[in-house]
């Protein structure tokens, strides 16, 4: 016997509604509100999934009255309008069935139900199972032997199957009694009015007894209860009417097509564009590896001969550019060893060459590192052929090792997807294939236990920064990048790579007494600060250092939080005029700090090899186009302290050389003159004046040579204020002033 195939049968505005009551307002980056769609697209995915339907259906309501309004003019008449908010969303809705190609159906003058019962009835003839998703109890009177109904439970995402099993366990009766039920009890959620003082309860009792609503109507003497007779004797028309209005009707006057609701493959890229339009990140991983179905075909060719190398060489000459990504042995770039090299030549020319076996085969020959680097050199160092890579700092560090340049110009898709959107939060390969390729790459196998990225990886990731170069190139072009890339950001990527490579010598038996010295201290005003507050506790315990000041030394509460009382800098310093304890907290967190931040982690980070810190300048990680460096970070080192200045002294010159500090001239400033023309300010600093003070002669109406610090002091916080955007609230706070003086 031919097994019965399935049909999903859904209530487009019943889930509709279900997802976006459920959900919270979820909202894009742009304030698009797209919690319906969000919940209704992970319904329809989860279906496909899991129940895995031959045949799949659609059904929604029209705004236009059923034949139950016409019957009964308050039908639904108590439900409030549908909000913008949803009706904003069904368009989009739409658009994604459509995308899944699953056929949407609907008629003037009937109900979703209706479409639903009047399908699921065929499908019983076709010999189909048929599955009714929605969150409407009333489909529980279609359910039979091949139907059942599903319905939410909690939420979107727990729901539960009823077949008639289980409607004979809830209620006790067969599902088409289901609607008898209703005749008599009524439906709120619809305005259907049933008879009045009678509920569930009761409706079942007489179902129970009597059998049917017909049964009832015809023996209604033989009701034992004078209150139910009564009611049901004055409420016979209002009964019947209530069942034609709760009975789904089975023959509704429709075309539909069972060959069009095959299942079929989705538009993936179709859905990839607008997933990613709606920031569906969740959805997007969902449908990447049926648009990443062409990694599967990824093939590279393996460079493990001589004369397999010298062809490559030749395809190099031929071609004047190619991307690259090496495997390495390390995050660390001082410290990683080159294990192989991936290069791409063109779309699908990939090539990879072994210098560790790694995951290859067995039998399968590694050139040596120096034949190879020998033979590539001269392409890394030839300024006429483009070297493109992902991150090209790290690279030109691990080729400097093995006295490998780049030369010539190079294009980093890094720095250039860094020019196009400085307020991304990374730029890793993946989230710019994910970015610019409708292209979701897997999770590094580095970030899976792996120790290093596997060749496959490695040669798909030379290939799609090969395919990033020629997008991203072309949208520098539309927005002029195209000098500032190569005229200031490329060059730097070489010259932050020398000063990696170069690093800074550290004194480190300074820092060893430093350290020392600071401990003595620290241990000093840790006995102090337990003196004052009469008992011994963790100072560096938020929590146990708001129950002393606040709880024990009855000190002013300036801000609480979900855990107690703030105890950050900014309420220690509103404190320190009412206790001299907190003056001594606030020395002991300066020095804590100092000394866990720098003083006995900078030793830790000098390179047993060159016995320099290797700090990590970055290009891309402020929207500002600031420079930032990390392990350590060296910006950060306090230099208006006297203990930040000791530590800055730590740092070194080789003997013979000197450190030179320089520094820009209000280079802020002066780019806010030349950019808005004021003359007042185009005057002080070609006069060479104290651009502050010239601020605050200005405000406050003073000779610039009576202006207090003070005075300079605000002007220097207004001046730049007005180039970040402070706003009046910034302002008071940072000048300690009323918002309105502000």
Same mark, same amino acid.
């Given at each position: 016997? %031919? ?38 697209? /992970? ?9 895995? !339907?031959?045949?799949? /259906? ?116 067969? !599902? ?101 339009? +709606? ?53 660390? $770039? ?18 990879? +060459? ?26 890394? %160092? ?100 195209? &000098? ?51 008992? %011994? ?8 250092? &708001? ?21 950050? $800098? ?6 320190? !005029? ?15 700090? +100092? ?20 700090? &990590? ?50 280079? %802020?400033?002066?780019?806010? $003159? ?39 002091? /605000? ?28």
């Amino acid at each position: 016997m %031919e097994s019965r195939k399935k049909l999903i049968l859904v209530d487009g505005h019943g889930i509709l509604y279900r997802t976006f009551y459920a959900l919270p307002q979820l909202t894009t980056s742009s304030g698009q509100i797209v919690n319906a769609v969000y919940g209704f697209t /992970m319904i329809l995915s989860r279906l496909l999934e899991e129940e895995k !339907p031959e045949y799949m /259906m659609i059904v929604f309501d029209t705004p236009v009255p059923t034949f139950r309004h016409q019957e009964f003019k308050e039908y639904k008449a108590h439900r409030k309008k549908m909000p913008d908010e949803l009706i904003n969303q069904i368009p989009l809705i739409k658009e994604i069935i459509n995308n899944y190609n699953i056929p949407i159906y609907s008629k003037e003058g009937y109900e979703a139900d209706d479409i639903i019962g009047t399908i699921a009835k065929e499908a019983e003839e076709r010999n189909c199972t048929t599955i009714i998703v929605t969150g409407d109890k009333d489909a529980f009177q279609l359910i039979s032997p091949h139907t059942r109904v599903m319905t939410t439970i909690k939420g979107v995402t727990e729901v539960k199957i009823y077949d008639e099993e289980s409607i004979r366990k809830k209620y006790g009766v067969d !599902p088409e009694k289901i609607v008898d039920i209703l005749a008599l009890k009524g439906d709120p959620s619809d305005n259907i009015p049933g008879v009045p003082g009678i509920g569930e309860k009761t409706a079942l009792a007489l179902i129970k007894k009597f059998g049917s609503l017909k049964d009832i109507l015809n023996n209604v003497d033989q009701i034992s209860k004078k209150s139910w007779r009564e009611k049901i004797k004055k409420y016979k028309d209002q009964i019947l009417m209530s069942k034609r209005l709760a009975t789904i009707v089975r023959e509704v006057p429709i075309t539909y097509d069972f060959d069009a609701a095959k299942i079929k493959p989705p538009n993936y890229k179709e859905l990839w564009g607008i997933f990613k339009k +709606l920031e569906f990140k969740n959805l997007l991983k969902k449908i990447a590896p049926q648009i990443n179905q062409e990694k599967t075909n990824l093939k590279y060719n393996l460079i493990d001969t001589e004369e397999k190398l010298t062809e490559l060489t030749n395809r190099i000459k031929e071609n004047k550019y190619f991307s690259f990504c090496l495997i390495n042995s390390s995050d660390d $770039a001082i410290l990683s060893n080159i294990l192989g090299i991936a290069l791409s030549l063109k779309d699908n020319e990939i090539y990879y +060459l072994p210098l560790v076996p790694l995951n290859l085969m067995e039998n399968t020959k590694c050139l040596s590192t120096e034949l190879v680097l020998s033979q590539l050199r001269p392409f890394y %160092e030839n300024e006429r052929i483009i070297k493109i890579s992902h991150n090209l700092k790290f690279d030109f560090i691990v080729l400097h090792k093995y006295k490998v340049g780049l030369r010539g110009d190079n294009f980093d898709i890094m720095i250039a997807a860094y020019l196009l959107n400085p307020s991304m939060e990374k730029y890793n390969l993946r989230i710019l294939c994910w970015e610019y390729l409708k292209y979701l790459k897997d999770e590094d196998k580095k970030n899976q236990g792996k120790k290093v990225q596997s060749i496959e990886d490695t040669c798909e990731d030379a290939r799609n920064i090969l395919r990033l170069k020629d997008i991203l190139e072309e949208k520098m072009k539309e927005k002029n990048l195209i &000098s500032l890339f190569k005229e200031i950001e490329m060059p730097l990527v070489k010259i932050l790579g020398k000063m990696e490579i170069n690093g800074f010598k550290v004194n480190v038996d300074v820092l060893k007494e430093m350290s020392q010295k600071m401990d003595f201290r620290l241990k000093e005003l840790k006995e102090t600060i337990c003196n004052l507050a009469g008992t %011994e506790f963790n100072i560096n315990s938020p929590k146990q250092l &708001s129950v002393i000041l606040f709880e024990k030394l009855k000190l002013p509460i300036i801000k609480k939080i979900k855990t107690g009382y703030s105890t950050n $800098a900014e309420v220690l310093n509103t404190l320190a !005029p009412h206790h001299k304890i907190v003056s001594f907290i606030l020395e002991y967190r300066e020095l804590d700090k +100092l000394k866990n931040t720098y003083i006995d982690k900078l030793p830790l980070l000098v390179n047993n090899q060159t016995k320099r810190i290797h700090t &990590s300048f970055h290009q891309t990680a402020t929207s500002t186009g600031r420079l930032s460096s990390s392990e350590p970070n060296l910006q950060n080192i306090p230099i208006r302290t006297e203990m930040g200045r000791e530590i800055r002294r730590a740092f070194i010159a080789e003997e013979g050389f000197r450190l030179l500090s320089a520094d820009y001239s209000q280079v %802020e400033l002066r780019i806010l $003159a030349h950019l808005s023309g004021d003359e007042s300010l185009i005057n002080a600093f070609k006069n060479d004046e104290d651009i502050h003070a010239h601020t605050a002669a200005e405000i406050f109406g003073l000779d610039q040579n009576i202006i207090s610090q003070q005075m300079r002091r /605000m002007a220097k916080v207004i001046n730049f204020g007005i180039i970040y955007g402070m706003s009046s609230y910034g302002l008071a706070q940072n000048l300690g002033i009323e918002r309105e003086e502000a």
